[in-house]
């Protein structure tokens, strides 16, 4: 049985949904899908990162489902969607078959979104940027503390020199078999250096952990596989929507160079923000920001007027 998924009290509880559905993907995976806000008010889609869940953006969606439709999926394996089986029920192809059937499912026919991905829920978005039916759905993106390639080479988990001995020491800690086992006071410190930036909170750094140690060894270790040879480089190419990217300064597992990769790349990159001290976590590190982020862009291309902040581009 799984473990709790979630805190139960304080700012980052999850909110119960309007309604849940499940939406099936083109292998037949089932996919839990949560419903928050009005149905008629404009539509934000959120894909969360390896090992967590839609517990993830608890914040996201309590600043925004008073004004807008909130949509989250767990992704496969994650939450409450079950595990999927094979390698090819592994892959970005999968992830962006997800992506798509999660559109299709809580869309209504001519009804575009704003779509947000965490680290790889970003992953998941740039693989489905060729597909035409996410061509179709998507107005804007905003990608959160992510990169389409590289991911355990540029990682700064282990404090050694850049090499091949770094890279393999790094896929093997992140790609371990071994069950994180229960939230304690090392766990927590382990999961905040590795994760979190410094000055994180305990409450923060409570929340990311809860979630990301209920997801399944099995689960973590299925998914560090496709990460570690992750290459979506020409994925990038074929996101045209416009698409605002966020890292965070002090990210050690995507470090601050695949966001500004992604920005330089991007045929449509609508601002760079860099979050300065902010780890790899950052829609629960610095919820304002990223809230703010989806605000924007639904404001420019839903033409909802529930603005509070801007994207900004920021030079390194």
Same mark, same amino acid.
């Given at each position: 049985?799984?473990?709790?998924?979630?805190?139960? @009290?304080? +700012?980052?509880?999850?909110?119960?949904?309007?309604?849940?559905?499940?939406?099936?993907?083109?292998?037949?995976?089932?996919?839990?899908?949560?419903?928050?806000?009005?149905?008629?008010?404009?539509?934000?889609?959120?894909?969360?990162?390896?090992?967590?869940?839609?517990?993830?953006?608890?914040?996201?969606?309590?600043?925004?489902?008073?004004?807008?439709?909130?949509?989250?999926?767990?992704?496969?394996?994650?939450?409450? @969607?079950?595990?999927?089986?094979?390698?090819?029920?592994?892959?970005?192809?999968?992830?962006?078959?997800?992506?798509?059937?999660?559109?299709?499912?809580?869309?209504?026919?001519?009804?575009?979104?704003?779509?947000?991905?965490? @680290?790889?829920?970003?992953?998941?978005?740039?693989?489905?940027?060729?597909?035409?039916?996410?061509?179709?759905?998507?107005?804007?993106? &905003?990608?959160?503390?992510?990169?389409?390639?590289?991911?355990?080479?540029?990682?700064?988990? &282990?404090?050694?020199?850049?090499?091949?001995?770094?890279?393999?020491?790094?896929?093997?800690?992140?790609?371990?078999?071994?069950?994180?086992?229960?939230?304690?006071?090392?766990?927590?410190?382990?999961?905040?250096?590795?994760?979190?930036? +410094?000055?994180?909170?305990?409450?923060?750094?409570?929340?990311?952990?809860?979630?990301?140690?209920?997801?399944?060894?099995?689960?973590?270790?299925?998914?560090s596989r496709v990460l570690a040879g992750l290459?979506?480089?020409?994925?990038?190419?074929?996101?045209?929507?416009?698409t605002a990217v966020i890292g965070g300064t002090?990210?050690?597992?995507?470090?601050?160079?695949?966001?500004?990769?992604?920005?330089?790349?991007?045929?449509?990159?609508?601002?760079?923000?860099? &979050?300065?001290?902010?780890?790899?976590?950052?829609?629960?590190?610095?919820?304002?920001?990223?809230?703010?982020?989806?605000?924007?862009?639904?404001?420019?291309?839903?033409?909802?007027?529930?603005?509070?902040?801007?994207?900004k581009e920021k030079t390194p």
């Amino acid at each position: 049985m799984r473990r709790l998924m979630h805190v139960v @009290s304080g +700012p980052y509880t999850p909110p119960v949904a309007r309604r849940e559905l499940v939406a099936v993907s083109a292998d037949g995976a089932r996919l839990h899908v949560e419903v928050h806000g009005d149905e008629d008010a404009p539509t934000v889609v959120l894909a969360h990162g390896w090992t967590c869940s839609t517990a993830f953006w608890a914040a996201q969606i309590k600043a925004l489902a008073a004004t807008h439709r909130v949509v989250a999926y767990d992704q496969r394996g994650h939450g409450r @969607s079950p595990a999927a089986t094979g390698e090819e029920g592994h892959s970005t192809t999968a992830l962006a078959d997800d992506l798509v059937a999660v559109l299709e499912a809580t869309l209504a026919p001519g009804e575009r979104a704003v779509v947000a991905g965490h @680290s790889m829920g970003g992953m998941t978005i740039m693989a489905a940027a060729g597909r035409p039916e996410f061509a179709e759905r998507a107005a804007a993106a &905003l990608l959160c503390s992510t990169g389409s390639s590289g991911l355990v080479s540029e990682a700064l988990v &282990l404090p050694v020199r850049a090499g091949r001995v770094r890279t393999r020491v790094t896929g093997a800690v992140l790609g371990s078999r071994a069950p994180l086992g229960p939230v304690t006071p090392v766990a927590r410190k382990i999961l905040k250096y590795a994760t979190m930036g +410094p000055g994180s909170a305990p409450d923060k750094v409570e929340a990311c952990a809860r979630i990301v140690h209920a997801c399944p060894a099995k689960v973590r270790h299925a998914w560090s596989r496709v990460l570690a040879g992750l290459d979506l480089d020409a994925d990038v190419a074929r996101l045209t929507v416009p698409t605002a990217v966020i890292g965070g300064t002090a990210d050690r597992l995507t470090p601050i160079v695949h966001a500004r990769g992604l920005a330089a790349a991007l045929p449509n990159c609508v601002g760079l923000t860099e &979050l300065t001290g902010m780890g790899h976590m950052t829609p629960v590190e610095a919820p304002e920001a990223v809230t703010g982020a989806l605000r924007e862009l639904a404001g420019l291309y839903l033409g909802t007027t529930d603005l509070d902040t801007t994207v900004k581009e920021k030079t390194p």
